[in-house]
């Protein structure tokens, strides 16, 4: 022990002494700097958080090179200068020679790591966290770079000494991509060759798609999984280097060395047998159950279907979206809900419903359908009025002895609980989850009975993905507004709970909305903005309400100009992953922000293109561009754009009051364009307010025309001129 | 010059008499076979990136490290210092012999591939020079600092890292590979008709690699001939 | 006694090679191990120092095997090999100490006066707080020889420990191994066969890997008798002389030319034979002249 002691304090002086070994820390710094500069270059719009793990993984990636680099140097210093040869010749033992070496790399790796663990806590403190949380956040760091770290030294050690040259250097930069490649360049939608059970193999948990913090939900859902990850981490590291305690220099080792090393292998070999397996389940059954949901819902609607080019692919598809959207119309309504929920921790749910459900239809009916999700049992069905249930998967039946006459009603009562968990992108993300410190149960879950058939996921073949199948939510969207009551209890569970209809009392919700009902549980507040209910974590409070603000003289805007009424009562601010999971059953009541992108510069282009989308997606008629089949039955391709441009600039102007000339500048398309905006800037002399009105006529020209040859900008203007002079 | 043209020589022969020179040399003809073959590949863009902008610079990179540490991990290059050559012109030479090895074997797997793709791939290849110009320029720089082709070595893989994994970093305007997008390839192929805002920017990202490679060179070359041993 | 038994031992480097069935016995004091450039010596000394592995034939030392027990003859072993390196961040005080630590010197007071002890006994006490990459060529070498001394080694191997070394430091080198050699077994090789000639008792003859003398110093000398000529011809005769024998030198005197040169017979020249050096017996053995 004295004697590594010894090996380990000359190492350290040959490590400080040396110039080059200061380039990480130097460049650590750098990179650092670089981020809290970045940072205020973008206000501080988002969480402290969110701005730390945007960049957390960078710096990971880029130490884990330096530091494999450093390991494999440390070892072929010795070697290429002979040292390691005349070192040979003495006594001392082949452990501690190399365990010396061992262990000042993982210093030199640790040193890192406290620095950046102490950044983020400095950091962190700055914004208004409890101290637990701050702590659980730098354990979580703490655990991902150090055991990163731990297990390239290792790594690199084996490198160096199984390639005697200078190739061992490249050997790292390989390992980094062979092992970190995959899940990095992952957007949650593995292709074929790419099998998502492979990202676990990586020297820090990356089970998660972008980054590992979850806007309200924190870093709740991978922190338990990452902590088993990096244990295993730290046993293979352990496992690696005695294996090269084994390897190096055999006919120097003594006999004991030899019989000590062997236990020391098998060792750690069994317990990073019984850990990796457990973190293996961990992820695996998550994936398993993706799999089962694919499965469940599958669609092979397309299966004879040939891929074009990648543009044209996306095209289909969204289009084949768009088709199936599961807008159909039914001739019942749940009236009234009143529903009792008990949330428990492990997401488990149990629910008693009392439904008033209604006939808006013309005819008599003896059969009424209603979605649940199957992974929910019901446990009874009562009514007055003679019924049975049936369920068979997603979908209720309930037969009725009597038909139920037009606009007639009647009630009934459902008691039904179960697990709800679903995953969404292979398994690295939960997509409907209640858990002590995050809860989410969004619409699309099916976790209360929705009425009539409805698809709860729309599900594709898709040869090209692992998985074979790719998984959408559906746009679940009623014909007839419920009144919900709801009252909601639950155990175990930590967080705040909030709905997207208003809490009247502790605990009791209650709200008429077409939309549905969505719960919230996480590190949240409520606040109102202009008129609207704003759901977000409680360091977003302050810049969503200037953002809401602006969105709010936007939706009135398209209200006074367009007469689109597309306003919403509640906005909720999700993190990244859900918000592309949930944004296809976004409505006008329950409308949803993403939380990565509502910061920053350029939040009006951001909302100028949100609304339009919104626009595209509400189904009412819209400016159609990009469907540039070139058909001469088809309205002029530059006119289309010119009337998107007035459309978008008509939304920008209600926040900036921004002439469009000025909107249009950076606008490249060519002479033929050029020509025809002209004309455009010519009516503007009229005054901002006159180019408006032009717009809403030409919406309605194009409501009216469609895409058809009819709809020609330049014979448009004249008329709305000749018009306005009347 | 005649000098130049013996050394250059017998450099060449040390290489193609070596195991490791002619696998390298061949690696890349049989990368370019094998990608062409058993991949399908969508869009042109997709091949050349990977051809020109993902596999060319490791081979420059393993090229130039060879050809750097013959002199340098020796410590000849000590002592060549003290004959009557100058500093800058004894680098720019290995230099020069290194470059002229890697694009002779580039421009021939650039014209087997013009050959089935057309004249687009004389254009990614002229469109990708300005990079590995960047990339020579920044292993000299680990070079002449470390004074070993690991300095080099580690310089180009830290780049080559970067152009992949830091692709989100570089930020649009300093992207590393970019033929793979299907509007990249339109700018070389000169269409127009459309919108492509980003024209300018395609232009600009490679001259700003071409300053910077420059930039780096020269200094390098200043280093190594300033500064004493 | 023997300290170290070799027998029959050889080894090749892939196709070549290196030593052809060396059979050797070396007792304790100095040992001169002579040969010209790629003779293998450095080889032979590898591979007692157990850094080189060998084809066939036994090894001990000091009765300990060395393929079986190649720890123990570490614990007695001090090396320097013929381009000794040592990590230029350390200082020489430094350095000396962190070998000793590897040596299996722990205990840090011992330790402390082993390594002053040494710095003095090779005449570095003035540079110990010099980093070494700040050494001549010289003062690394005594670095080198002193890191081999640590520990007080029965076994010491040092391949051309005096290569560099200035006048005055190659005499102190010389008498501290002459104190060491009544102790313990020193083996070392050199070029300079004064070095070997005041000090070693024993030396061996090696070339292309072969063995061609082990015995006395003084056995060496006297193998070449009858075999060394003084020769006096007139300076217009070099090239002739010199084409005809080995020289072993020549001088000028006046007029005429006076060689030393080999020869089994009697040369045609005029001639008397005179009694041979050490060196004369070096260069008689390794031209062949005597076997
Ligand atoms: N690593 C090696 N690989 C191949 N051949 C080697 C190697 N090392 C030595 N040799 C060869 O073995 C022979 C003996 O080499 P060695 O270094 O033992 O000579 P030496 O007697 O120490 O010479 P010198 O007096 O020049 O130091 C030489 O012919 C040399 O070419
Ligand atoms: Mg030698």
């Not at chain 2, 130039?64 to 000849?76: C, K, V």
């Not at chain 2, 033929?179 to 127009?192: A, D, H, M, R």
């Not at chain 3, 191994?177 to 066969?193: A, F, Q, V």
Request: glycine share 6%; with cysteine.
């Amino acid at each position: 022990m004295k004697q590594l002691k010894n090996n380990f304090q000359y190492e350290w002086l040959l490590l400080i002494r040396n110039k080059f070994l200061a380039i990480p820390i130097v460049i650590n710094i750098i990179a650092w700097v670089y981020v809290l500069y970045e940072k205020s270059l973008l206000g501080s719009g988002t969480t402290v958080e969110n701005q730390f793990y945007t960049y957390f993984i960078w710096i990971l990636l880029l130490n884990l090179f330096l530091i494999g680099i450093i390991a494999v140097y440390i070892v072929n210093r010795d070697r290429d200068s002979k040292f390691e040869q005349l070192a040979m010749t003495y006594q001392v033992k082949n452990w501690q020679w190399l365990t010396g070496k061992w262990l000042i790399a993982q210093v030199y790796g640790q040193i890192l790591t406290v620095l950046t663990v102490m950044i983020q806590i400095i950091w962190f403190f700055t914004a208004p966290m409890t101290a637990a949380e701050v702590l659980k956040q730098s354990i979580y760091t703490f655990a991902q770079m150090g055991g990163a770290f731990l297990i390239i030294v290792s790594f690199g050690f084996l490198c160096a000494v199984l390639i005697p040259n200078i190739f061992s250097y490249l050997a790292i930069p390989a390992l980094i991509i062979v092992s970190v490649f995959l899940p990095f360049d992952y957007t949650g939608m593995a292709l074929e060759f790419d099998n998502p059970r492979l990202h676990l193999l990586t020297p820090f948990d990356f089970m998660f798609v972008g980054k590992p913090y979850e806007g309200i939900w924190g870093i709740e859902r991978v922190f338990q999984s990452t902590l088993i990850h990096q244990m295993a981490v730290i046993v293979i590291a352990i496992l690696v280097f005695a294996f090269i305690l084994f390897i190096f220099k055999r006919n120097r080792r003594s006999k004991g060395e030899k019989q000590l090393l062997l236990a020391l292998l098998s060792i750690t070999t069994a317990m990073a047998i019984v850990i990796s397996f457990i973190r293996f389940t961990d992820y695996n059954q998550g994936f398993k159950q993706y799999v089962e949901t694919g499965n469940f819902y599958i669609d092979t609607l397309l299966s004879d279907y040939k891929r074009g080019t990648e543009e044209e692919y996306y095209e289909d598809i969204n289009k084949y979206y768009d088709e199936m959207q599961d807008d159909e119309h039914y001739d019942f309504s749940i009236e009234i809900s009143d529903l009792d929920i008990l949330l428990k921790e492990d997401h488990q749910l149990e629910a008693t419903n009392q439904l008033t459900i209604k006939n808006n239809g013309e005819e008599a009916a003896d059969e009424v359908l209603l979605t649940l999700n199957h992974q929910l049992n019901i446990t009874a069905c009562h009514s007055e009025r003679e019924l049975s249930c049936s369920a068979d998967g997603d979908f209720i039946t309930l037969t009725l002895a009597q038909p139920i006459q037009p606009n007639e009603e009647f009630e009934m009562k459902l008691t039904y609980g179960g697990e709800i968990l679903q995953y969404f992108d292979e398994g690295s993300g939960e997509s409907a989850f209640i858990d002590k410190r995050r809860v989410f149960l969004p619409k699309s879950a099916g976790w209360y009975p929705l009425i009539g058939k409805r698809t709860l996921f729309q599900v594709l073949e898709d040869e090209q993905l692992y998985v074979k199948f790719q998984i959408r939510n559906t746009r679940l969207v009623e014909d007839f507004p419920t009144q919900y009551n709801v009252s909601l209890q639950s155990e175990g569970v930590e967080v705040p709970l909030l709905m997207s209809i208003p809490k009247t009392e502790n605990g009791k919700f209650t709200g008429t909305t077409k939309h549905g009902l969505e719960l919230i549980g996480g590190n949240m507040v409520e606040q109102e903005v202009a008129g609207i209910r704003v759901i977000s974590h409680p360091q977003l409070q302050e810049s969503m309400s200037s953002i809401v603000n602006k969105y709010h003289q936007a939706w009135a805007g398209l209200k006074e100009w367009f007469d689109l009424d597309l306003m919403p009562k509640t906005i909720a601010v999700l993190p990244n992953n859900q918000y592309y999971n949930q944004v296809q059953n976004m409505t006008e009541d329950f409308y949803l922000l993403n939380e990565d992108t509502v910061y920053g510069e350029g939040i009006e282009e951001y909302i100028v293109n949100d609304l339009y989308l919104q626009v595209l997606r509400s189904g009412i008629p819209h400016p159609e561009t990009f469907s540039d089949g070139g058909s001469s039955e088809e309205a002029d391709f530059y006119d289309r754009i010119i009337f998107d441009e007035l459309f978008n600039w008509s939304i920008y102007y209600q926040m900036e009051k921004e002439s469009f000339t000025k909107y249009n500048t950076d606008q490249d398309w060519g002479t033929k364009y050029d020509q025809k905006i002209e004309r455009i800037k010519e009516m503007e002399k009229q005054g901002d307010e006159y180019l408006l009105a032009f717009t809403r006529y030409l919406y309605d020209a194009s409501n009216k025309l469609g895409n058809s040859k009819e709809f020609n900008i330049e014979r448009l203007a004249d008329a709305f001129e000749k018009e306005m002079k009347e | 010059m005649s000098g130049m043209f013996f050394r250059c020589r017998l450099f060449f022969k040390k290489w193609v008499s070596s195991i490791y020179g002619i696998a390298l040399l061949a690696a890349i003809p049989i990368a370019a076979i094998i990608l062409y073959h058993d991949f399908y590949y969508e869009e042109t863009g997709k091949l050349l990136s990977l051809i020109f902008e993902q596999l060319a610079p490791i081979w420059l990179i393993l090229i130039l490290q060879r050809y750097f540490s013959i002199e340098f991990d020796s410590g000849f290059f000590t002592q060549v210092v003290t004959y009557p050559i100058a500093r800058y012109k004894f680098l720019l030479e290995r230099f020069l012999f290194a470059c002229m090895l890697f694009f002779i074997m580039l421009g021939i797997i650039a014209l087997v591939l013009t050959s089935i793709f057309g004249a687009i791939i004389w254009k990614a290849f002229l469109y990708t020079l300005p990079l590995y110009f960047f990339y020579s320029a920044v292993m000299l720089i680990g070079l002449v600092i470390s004074k070993r082709s690991l300095g080099a070595l580690l310089g180009g893989i830290f780049l080559f890292l970067l152009s992949f994994i830091g692709a989100p970093l570089l930020g649009q305007a300093l992207q590393m590979i970019m033929l793979k997008y299907g509007s990249v390839i339109y700018f070389l192929e000169g269409k127009t008709g459309y919108a492509f805002a980003d024209n300018d920017l395609y232009y600009y990202n490679r001259l700003m690699y071409m300053g910077f490679g420059i930039i780096l060179f020269i200094l390098a070359l200043i280093k190594f001939q300033r500064k004493p041993v | 006694m023997y300290t170290v038994k070799i027998e029959n031992v050889s080894k090749s480097y892939r196709k070549f090679q290196a030593l052809h069935h060396i059979d050797l016995q070396i007792e304790k004091g100095l040992y001169g191990l002579l040969g010209p450039n790629g003779a293998g010596k450095s080889t032979l000394m590898n591979i007692i120092s157990t850094i080189l592995t060998w084809d066939e034939g036994r090894i001990s030392v000091y009765g300990y095997d060395l393929k079986k027990d190649s720890h123990k003859v570490r614990e007695l072993l001090g090396y320097l090999p013929q381009h000794f390196q040592a990590p230029g961040q350390f200082t020489g005080e430094e350095f000396l100490h962190y070998v000793a630590s590897m040596k299996g010197m722990n205990n840090r007071q011992k330790r402390t006066i082993e390594v002053q002890r040494l710095l003095e006994q090779v005449n570095l006490t003035e540079h110990t707080h010099k980093k070494i990459k700040g050494y001549s060529g010289g003062m690394k070498r005594r670095l080198g020889i002193a890191q081999a001394l640590i520990g007080q080694p029965k076994l010491i191997i040092l391949d051309e420990p005096t290569a560099g070394l200035d006048p005055s430091e190659r005499i102190r080198f010389r008498n501290v191994m002459e104190r060491l050699g009544k102790e313990y077994t020193i083996i070392l090789s050199t070029h300079i066969l004064s070095d070997i000639e005041t000090s070693c008792e024993h030396v061996g003859v090696i070339n292309k890997g072969e063995l061609l003398y082990q015995g006395e110093t003084e056995k060496l000398a006297s193998l070449a008798e009858g075999t060394v000529w003084e020769i006096s011809v007139p300076i217009s005769h070099y090239d002739e002389v010199e084409q005809a024998y080995t020289v072993l030198s020549s001088r000028r005197e006046q007029e005429q030319m006076v060689f030393h040169v080999l020869s089994k017979a009697e040369p045609k020249h005029r001639a008397t034979c005179v009694k041979p050096t050490l060196e004369d017996g070096y260069m008689a053995l390794i031209n062949g002249v005597i076997t």
